[in-house]
């Protein structure tokens, strides 16, 4: 499962990379005469309504749902990573105060949170990310603040303070590297959490604009022909699901190999 989970991610980051290698349709210009073709071994994916290889759409769409989601991983693991590396050394006023902002951000729902973000930012691929790496900030903060804590009693940072090493020193040398193996396996979780949380607000319409073929869109535009042409919706929520179950494998995967 860890190896089938690995292959997974690799070849949609290939899809995303290089996806002329995989598909030779054009993704945005579609053939009338063939709307709605069920799949073939000419249409993997079938057609949709307008006659685009639907295959071909999943495939150029993987770069916009892969980069929002290193986006989104990006914002949460820089900030909220900083956050709780300053809260778990210095302690005191502004560990309760960090940390009682985290909880504040925990108790509200990760898809209203970025509904309220995306609001006052507008939509947008890029907007969406921002808002889904926001909401992860308080996570990684309550994860780096105790491995950092946990971290900073340990026999050695101590003799690294005792032998006349600097605060910020010992932090980025000892504290900081020991602490962020959990921290990476969240990482991991939350990527694919945010291409599920980016998928969603794409299919409320909140994401790219038509005719962008990101995943969440394509699942909307497919809802309204589910009773006919269920391979629409169905097989771009498969490469979604897939994709996040392998990310999910993958997380757990480190974080054993950390422990």
């Known amino acids: 499962m860890k190896v089938l989970s690995w292959l997974t991610v690799a070849v949609v980051v290939l899809w995303a990379v290089v996806p002329g290698l995989f598909t030779g349709y054009d993704p945005l210009a579609g053939v009338p005469a063939e709307k709605l073709r069920p799949p073939s071994p000419e249409h993997l994916f079938g057609t949709d309504a307008v006659g685009r290889d639907l295959f071909a759409r999943v495939v150029h769409g993987s770069v916009h749902s892969l980069s929002g989601a290193f986006v989104a991983v990006a914002v949460g693991l820089l ?3 900083l956050l709780g590396l300053l809260a778990g050394s210095a302690g005191g006023l502004l560990d309760d105060a960090v940390m009682r902002v985290a909880d504040v ?6 898809l209203l949170l970025a509904l309220t973000v995306i609001i006052l930012l507008g939509p947008g691929t890029v907007h969406v990310a921002i808002a889904v790496g926001i909401g992860s900030v308080a996570a990684f903060a309550r994860l780096s603040r105790s491995e950092v804590v946990r971290v900073r009693r340990s026999d050695y940072v101590e003799a690294a303070f005792g032998s006349g ?5 010992v932090l980025w040398r000892h ?3 020991n602490s962020l193996g959990p921290v990476i396996a969240l990482a991991a979780l939350q990527f694919g959490v945010a291409i599920l949380a980016i998928s969603t607000l794409g299919f409320l319409g909140y994401g790219a604009e038509p005719p962008t073929p990101e995943w969440g869109l394509l699942i909307s535009e497919g809802r309204n022909y589910l009773a006919t042409s269920w391979w629409l919706t169905t097989l771009p929520g498969v490469v979604v699901v897939a994709v996040v179950l392998a990310a999910s494998r993958i997380s757990r995967s480190i974080g054993r190999d950390r422990t």
């Open 105 to 110: 951000l925990l108790s509200v729902p990760g």
């Open 79 to 81: 900030a909220g990573t």
């Open 175 to 177: 504290v900081l590297p």
């Open 165 to 169: 090493g600097r605060f910020p020193a």
